[in-house]
Protein backbone atom coordinates (compact mmCIF):
# COMPACT_ATOMS: atom_id res chain seq x y z
CA UNK A 1 0.00 0.00 0.00
CA UNK A 2 1.33 3.12 -1.36
CA UNK A 3 1.62 6.46 1.18
CA UNK A 4 -0.97 7.90 -0.55
CA UNK A 5 -3.45 5.04 0.14
CA UNK A 6 -2.66 4.83 4.12
CA UNK A 7 -2.77 8.68 4.34
CA UNK A 8 -6.20 7.80 2.64
CA UNK A 9 -7.52 5.06 4.89
CA UNK A 10 -6.46 6.53 8.11
CA UNK A 11 -8.70 9.32 7.25
CA UNK A 12 -11.42 7.44 6.16
CA UNK A 13 -10.93 5.65 8.98
CA UNK A 14 -11.12 8.40 11.56
CA UNK A 15 -14.36 9.72 9.32
CA UNK A 16 -16.24 5.89 10.36
CA UNK A 17 -15.22 6.24 13.90
CA UNK A 18 -16.54 9.55 13.95
CA UNK A 19 -20.13 7.74 13.34
CA UNK A 20 -21.70 4.70 11.36
CA UNK A 21 -20.85 4.98 7.99
CA UNK A 22 -22.30 3.44 5.08
CA UNK A 23 -20.04 1.64 2.09
CA UNK A 24 -21.76 4.75 -0.19
CA UNK A 25 -20.90 7.07 2.09
CA UNK A 26 -17.35 6.54 2.38
CA UNK A 27 -17.48 5.98 -1.29
CA UNK A 28 -18.12 9.66 -1.51
CA UNK A 29 -15.44 10.68 0.65
CA UNK A 30 -12.70 8.95 -0.69
CA UNK A 31 -13.89 9.94 -4.20
CA UNK A 32 -13.67 13.69 -2.88
CA UNK A 33 -10.19 12.57 -1.71
CA UNK A 34 -9.40 11.70 -5.28
CA UNK A 35 -9.08 8.18 -4.73
CA UNK A 36 -10.83 5.85 -7.38
CA UNK A 37 -11.52 2.57 -8.39
CA UNK A 38 -9.24 -0.26 -7.55
CA UNK A 39 -7.98 1.75 -4.50
CA UNK A 40 -11.55 3.06 -2.93
CA UNK A 41 -11.99 -0.52 -2.70
CA UNK A 42 -9.09 -1.92 -1.30
CA UNK A 43 -9.90 0.87 1.58
CA UNK A 44 -13.62 -0.02 1.88
CA UNK A 45 -11.89 -3.56 2.68
CA UNK A 46 -9.63 -2.47 4.53
CA UNK A 47 -12.40 -0.65 6.77
CA UNK A 48 -14.77 -3.69 7.05
CA UNK A 49 -12.07 -5.85 7.84
CA UNK A 50 -10.77 -3.98 10.82
CA UNK A 51 -14.33 -3.44 11.71
CA UNK A 52 -14.58 0.27 11.25
CA UNK A 53 -17.50 -0.20 8.66
CA UNK A 54 -20.32 -2.62 9.08
CA UNK A 55 -23.72 -1.82 7.66
CA UNK A 56 -25.70 -4.02 9.48
CA UNK A 57 -24.32 -2.32 12.61
CA UNK A 58 -25.15 1.11 10.98
CA UNK A 59 -28.59 0.14 9.39
CA UNK A 60 -29.47 -1.27 13.17
CA UNK A 61 -28.46 2.10 14.84
CA UNK A 62 -29.58 4.47 11.86
CA UNK A 63 -33.39 2.90 12.37
CA UNK A 64 -33.70 2.69 16.21
CA UNK A 65 -32.52 6.42 16.55
CA UNK A 66 -34.57 7.81 13.67
CA UNK A 67 -37.39 6.13 15.76
CA UNK A 68 -37.01 6.71 19.11
CA UNK A 69 -35.21 10.30 18.85
CA UNK A 70 -37.01 11.45 15.75
CA UNK A 71 -40.79 9.21 16.02
CA UNK A 72 -40.23 8.38 11.94
CA UNK A 73 -42.45 5.40 11.12
CA UNK A 74 -40.90 2.08 9.30
CA UNK A 75 -41.88 3.22 5.84
CA UNK A 76 -40.05 6.48 6.42
CA UNK A 77 -36.75 4.64 7.88
CA UNK A 78 -36.59 2.36 4.87
CA UNK A 79 -37.00 4.63 2.65
CA UNK A 80 -33.91 6.48 4.08
CA UNK A 81 -31.86 3.41 4.22
CA UNK A 82 -32.40 2.25 0.67
CA UNK A 83 -31.18 5.45 -0.05
CA UNK A 84 -28.13 5.17 1.52
CA UNK A 85 -27.82 1.64 -0.15
CA UNK A 86 -28.78 -0.36 2.35
CA UNK A 87 -31.11 -3.73 1.22
CA UNK A 88 -32.06 -7.03 1.99
CA UNK A 89 -30.83 -8.70 5.28
CA UNK A 90 -29.21 -5.76 6.63
CA UNK A 91 -32.76 -3.65 5.95
CA UNK A 92 -34.52 -6.68 8.22
CA UNK A 93 -32.20 -6.05 10.87
CA UNK A 94 -33.14 -2.79 11.21
CA UNK A 95 -37.06 -3.33 10.89
CA UNK A 96 -36.33 -6.09 13.60
CA UNK A 97 -34.91 -3.09 15.95
CA UNK A 98 -38.00 -1.70 16.50
CA UNK A 99 -40.47 -3.53 18.83
CA UNK A 100 -44.03 -3.80 17.87
CA UNK A 101 -45.35 -2.40 21.31
CA UNK A 102 -42.98 0.19 21.28
CA UNK A 103 -44.26 0.84 17.40
CA UNK A 104 -47.72 1.42 18.41
CA UNK A 105 -47.26 3.35 21.64
CA UNK A 106 -44.91 5.59 19.75
CA UNK A 107 -47.85 6.40 16.91
CA UNK A 108 -50.39 6.58 19.38
CA UNK A 109 -47.76 9.54 21.72
CA UNK A 110 -47.26 11.45 18.54
CA UNK A 111 -50.93 11.54 17.12
CA UNK A 112 -52.34 12.58 20.94
CA UNK A 113 -49.29 15.37 20.94
CA UNK A 114 -50.66 16.48 17.19
CA UNK A 115 -54.24 16.45 18.39
CA UNK A 116 -53.68 18.95 21.07
CA UNK A 117 -51.81 21.43 18.73
CA UNK A 118 -54.91 20.97 16.30
CA UNK A 119 -57.20 24.38 16.60
CA UNK A 120 -60.42 22.87 14.91
CA UNK A 121 -63.48 21.80 15.93
CA UNK A 122 -64.56 19.15 13.09
CA UNK A 123 -64.10 15.84 13.92
CA UNK A 124 -63.49 15.50 10.21
CA UNK A 125 -60.83 17.79 9.82
CA UNK A 126 -58.94 16.96 12.99
CA UNK A 127 -58.82 13.02 11.86
CA UNK A 128 -57.92 14.27 8.35
CA UNK A 129 -54.99 16.43 10.06
CA UNK A 130 -53.81 13.37 11.98
CA UNK A 131 -53.60 10.92 9.20
CA UNK A 132 -51.68 13.05 6.87
CA UNK A 133 -49.19 13.89 10.21
CA UNK A 134 -48.65 10.04 10.63
CA UNK A 135 -48.28 9.62 6.72
CA UNK A 136 -45.30 12.01 6.70
CA UNK A 137 -43.89 10.20 9.40
CA UNK A 138 -43.62 6.97 7.96
CA UNK A 139 -46.41 4.98 9.64
CA UNK A 140 -48.59 2.62 7.62
CA UNK A 141 -52.25 3.89 6.47
CA UNK A 142 -53.63 0.62 8.09
CA UNK A 143 -51.99 1.06 11.62
CA UNK A 144 -52.88 4.69 11.39
CA UNK A 145 -56.73 3.88 10.92
CA UNK A 146 -56.69 1.31 13.53
CA UNK A 147 -54.84 3.42 16.43
CA UNK A 148 -57.15 6.00 15.82
CA UNK A 149 -60.58 4.20 15.21
CA UNK A 150 -59.69 2.34 18.96
CA UNK A 151 -59.04 5.87 20.79
Given at each position: ?T???????????????????????????????????????E????L?????L??????K?FA????????????????????R?????????????I???????T???????????????????????L?????????????????????
Amino acid sequence: MTELLKDALHKAAMFCAYQERTQQEVRERLKEWAVLGDDAEEIIAELIQQNYLNEERFAKSFAGGKFRVKGWGKRKIKQHLQQRGISGYNLDQAMKEIAPDDYQDTLKELLNRKRQSIRDDNPLVIKQKLVRYALSKGYESELIFSVLNDE
